[in-house]
């Protein structure tokens, strides 16, 4: 594998139900980063991680949790979702030296709550 | 706050011609990056290009540049040669440089402008 991957590519869930989103990098980047492309509005950043610590929360509802274990490694844990949360999910990794470096993005989660 | 404008929602344009993708951007910061991402239908964004704000010289990749005109805060992308394939979604975004020489920082969006090259 490599550049940034995703799993699953679509998702269909009911509002009680639990489930996460998997991206991981295969390029070395200390950096990683969850976005939310809604229809007809700009990508919304969600979450940073940086060395893998959160560093940034755009005041994203808590039935969004993440998490990232390891430089590589960033979940989404999605939980009693709203039809509204329906919305395409981008993963990005960077590498970060006080630069605005290139963010690179795995193809995405397409997730569809009913 | 960063703000990123693209006042074009969709182009028609004719294979082979070159076309340009307007993006102006609002930001208090000295120092920042600023960003090309193509969006084919798959969903995947494919970054295109990318100038720093002291760069002095646009950038260019390949059939991609950048008309950076940083008086005027804008940073246009220049496709020559359309090909079919370039039909998709452009988005522009910039961040700003981490003053503190370290941590990370998302990338702030425009709505993106609808490509679509006809044969």
């Known amino acids: 594998e490599t550049g940034v991957t995703q799993t699953p590519r679509h998702l269909v869930m009911g509002m009680t139900n639990k489930k996460s989103l998997k991206c991981e990098q295969h390029?070395?980047?200390?950096?990683m980063y969850w976005y939310k492309q809604s229809a007809k509005k700009p990508l919304e950043l969600m979450f940073v991680y940086s060395l893998e610590e959160r560093v940034e929360n755009n005041s994203v509802p808590s039935r969004f949790s993440p998490e990232c274990p390891n430089s590589s490694h960033l979940f989404l844990h999605l939980h009693t979702l709203q039809p509204e949360d329906s919305a395409l999910y981008l993963c990005?990794?960077?590498?970060?030296?006080?630069?605005?470096?290139?963010?690179?993005f795995g193809p995405g989660t397409r997730l569809t709550v009913l | 706050a960063q703000k990123i404008t693209q006042t074009q929602p969709g182009m028609f344009v004719q294979e082979k011609e070159a076309v340009t993708l307007d993006c102006t951007y609002d930001t208090s910061d000295q120092s920042y990056g600023l960003f090309w991402y193509k969006q084919p239908s798959s969903g995947e964004m494919i970054f295109l290009i990318y100038?720093?704000?002291?760069?002095?010289q646009n950038a260019t990749e390949g059939r991609y540049s950048l008309n950076f005109q940083k008086a005027r805060k804008s940073a246009n992308l220049v496709i020559s040669a359309s090909q079919l394939g370039d039909s998709a979604m452009y988005f522009c975004a910039m961040r700003e440089v981490n003053p503190s020489g370290g941590g990370a920082d998302g990338l702030t969006f425009g709505k993106g402008t609808h490509l679509i090259i006809q044969p």
């Open positions: 990005a990794s960077s590498w970060e030296d006080g630069r605005a470096d290139t963010q690179y």
């Open positions: 390029l070395g980047h200390n950096a």
């Open positions: 100038q720093g704000s002291y760069d002095e």
